[in-house]
Structures are given as C-alpha cells and as structure tokens.
C-alpha cells in the first residue's frame, strides 16, 4: 500500500507544479498558513502523518500548522467570530475543516472562496467524488468546499449478542418496536440494565432519518416546517414511548457523547444511533474492554412504506476562508488537494470509519483488502448510493438545533408533544423570516 500512495502523491505534485503553466494561484515563496480542525486527540498520530508528509514532499516552501479549535459548533462560533473581526484578513486561517451542515450558511454570507477558477487552473478532478458530494459541497452553483472526511448515520451493535439471542436489526420503523423489546434487558426491579438503543441527542443529525424517510421535514423547500405534523407528532411519541418504558435512550446534555459511548462499550446498550466515521474507535476500544465483542454496523431503520431507506452526508468538508490573503489561499489549496485525494483518502478510511469517498479508490486491491479488516464497511457503502446532500437552507441548523432542544424538553422533562412541537414550529417559523 505505501508503494501505491506513494505513487499517488508524486503523480499529483508533479501534476499541480510541472505539468502547469504558471497561474495567478502558484505558490511563489516559502508560506506557514494555519489550517483549523475539529479532530480529537485519537487522530493526532494521523494528522501529523499527513501534515509531515505534505510540509516535507510539497517542494514548494509551504507549512502547514494544524490547530485544534474545538468540536465542530466551536469552530464554527470561532470562525464567524474572526469574519466578524476588523483587523484584516490575519484574523482568520487558510483552511478550515467544518461540518457538512454549515456551508450553505457559508455560501450564503459570501464566506467561503469559490474554488472552481482553481479546479480549473490545476485541472482538479473533482468529478471522481460523484455527484452527491459535488452537490453537498456547493453552493449556488459554485464548487465552495471539497469532501474530506465523508460519513453517515449508521447503527452501531453488539453482533456477538445479536447472534446469540437471535436479534434482527430494524429495516424500517415499524420494526422498532419488536426489535426494542427483544434487545433491551431489565432486572428483576424493572430497571434497565441494557437499553435496546441509544439516541444521540447532542447532535440531530444522528437521528433525524426517522423523521425524514417517513416524510417529516424541519423545514420544507418553500421554507415552511412540518415539525408539528400529524406523523411528526406520531414518531416523536413513539420515541418518547420507548424512552418512557426504558427501552432507549436519549443522551442530551454535558457529557453526551462520552456516556453513550461507554453505555454501548460496557454492554449497557444493545445500539446506538451514531457516526460511521467512528467504526474504528468503536472496535478498538470495545476489544479493549472487559468484555469484548464483535461490532456490527447497520444501515437506519427506514421508512414504513419500505422503500425510503435514505441517509445523509456527514462528517467534514474543507474550505479556504474568502478574507484570508491570496498568498495563504494558494498554499492553502495545494494542501487541500493533497488532504482530499485518493491516496489521503484512503488512508483515512482504512484508519478510521470514514467513507473512501474517492471513485478511484474503489475497486483497488488496496481497497479489498481493507475490506477483508473492516467488513463492516462493505455493506454500508454498498448503500451509498441512498446518502443525500444535507438541507442546504441557511437556516437549517439553527431550526433544526431548536428542533432538538424541543425533543429534549419531551423525552427527558415531560413536556407535552403536541403543545410543544407547535410553540416550536412557531419558533422555526421566525428563525426562517
């Protein structure tokens, strides 16, 4: 595999400096530029790998400095935050790594630099990423990010017990409830002891695919919202159902993340609702644990008519800020080129959970065998042909973000459904005038 990547790296230096003519965009003297991320320190051993290996083999002057900022909310307050500051462009980074939520907003505000004159310039082929991801890295017709580290939601579960109880994983909603009341597992008090799932409830995205492939939209393409529509009211008492009888889950709330990682990790959870970019660290740690199993990764539940069984694109794209300098700009875009390209992205892919969103990439014998380690992978990318751009609305996150502290308010205080998902459809309203 290290002969093939490093193939693939000397074919695109020699490609983005040689084999071009001099252009506007061409480093032109050594340059240090930031690049702000979001990746926790389980991805340090594989930044720095990449980073190395750019800042030594660029031949170009560039070095490039890696910083984390934070998850991905903070770095997006920090980066409007520096837009908003009126020292000049040294305020912001030359790249920035964002979630897949955020760059319509961008696109929008004019944040982002229009990266299609330098496509062209270094003949970029930015069709080898497939048309879904093209789509959800643009705005307006404009090529304004690039696909870095591509995910989606996905169900993580304990295989081991699914194989002994005989435990089938949900195809669609109407399977819920069955499949609940055979993986969860009470004491003899009633109390739960092992929930049937786990909602991750700090981020919407994890499970908002039961909503969606059953036609519940938080807001509509007239930008309009039916969150308090008469099947948006029927799925969210059904989840409050389950969560009311101990059957799942909503983790909501300081230390989210970290405690439904751990239910499912010690066995107090049969699944989870989460990311598939986190598949490596989910087997690596449950093989660390007292009691190890073996992983399973399955597509979410679709929907009831049996043929929506959509996801959405997740994880990060990569963006150069349009108010950094042109100077940090084209040292900026030789890195982003190297960090999104096949060689890169299989890396990660074979290090973490990430998709190899790369065309080329798949059908390797680099790719098989990466496949033969983490078979998991194969049965969900098999489906990628069913992840969606994400609402490209401006407002999007901002509703859907009220949307679930809304949910929150039901399922761990007690609200009403249908008084509070109306008071909330009110809200979304005015967040979309």
Known sequence: MKKFLAMLLCAMMLMSTAALAATEYDVTEPITITWWHAHEDQYNEYIDYMVNRF???????????????????????????????????SSVPA?????????AQYGSEGLCEPLDDYIEAYDYDVADF??????????????????????????????????????????????????????????????????????????????????????VETVLPDRTTDVNSEKSVEITT?????????????????????NMRNLFIDGGAFSVFHTSSLYG??????????????????????????????????????????????????????????????????????????????????GTPEYEEFLTRKPAMRDIVAMSAWINPRNQDPAYDSCANAWRHALAKIFNEGAPVQETLDALAQEITELLQ
């Not at 090529?143 to 194989?163: G, H």
């Not at 982003?336 to 299989?346: A, C, D, Q, R, V």
Request: proline letters at 4%; one cysteine or more.
């Open 130 to 215: 497939g048309e879904g991801l093209i789509a959800s890295t643009s705005y307006d017709d404009e090529q304004i990010c690039l696909p870095y580290l591509i995910s989606t939601q996905v169900m993580y579960y304990n295989k081991t017990a699914a194989e002994a109880e005989g435990i089938e994983m949900p195809k669609t909603i109407d399977d819920m409830d069955a499949f609940l009341e055979k993986a969860t597992i009470f004491d003899e008090n009633g109390k739960t002891v092992r929930y049937g799932t786990v909602f991750g409830g700090w981020d919407y995205w994890y499970y908002e695919m039961l909503f969606k492939n059953n036609g």
């Open 281 to 362: 660290t989910y087997m690596d740690r449950v093989a660390a644990s007292a009691n190890p199993f073996e992983v399973g990764m399955a597509w979410l539940p679709g929907g009831s008519d049996g043929e929506s069984f959509k996801s959405e694109v997740g994880g990060a794209v990569v963006f150069i800020p349009a108010k950094a300098s042109q100077a940090e700009k084209n040292a900026a875009w030789q890195f982003l080129m190297f960090m999104t390209s096949p060689e890169i992205n299989l890396y990660w892919s074979d290090k973490t959970g990430y998709f190899p969103t790369r065309q080329s990439v798949q």
């Open 55 to 89: 800042n030594e083999e660029n031949g170009m002057g560039i070095t490039v400095v890696p910083q984390y900022i934070g998850n991905y909310a903070t770095i997006h307050a920090e980066f409007v935050s520096a837009n908003g500051d009126d020292s000049g462009a």
């Open 238 to 258: 059904k989840m409050k159902e389950w969560i009311d009888k101990g059957y799942a889950y909503y983790a909501y709330g300081e230390g989210a993340s970290g």
């Open 95 to 103: 790249l920035v790594s964002t979630n897949t939520s955020y760059p």
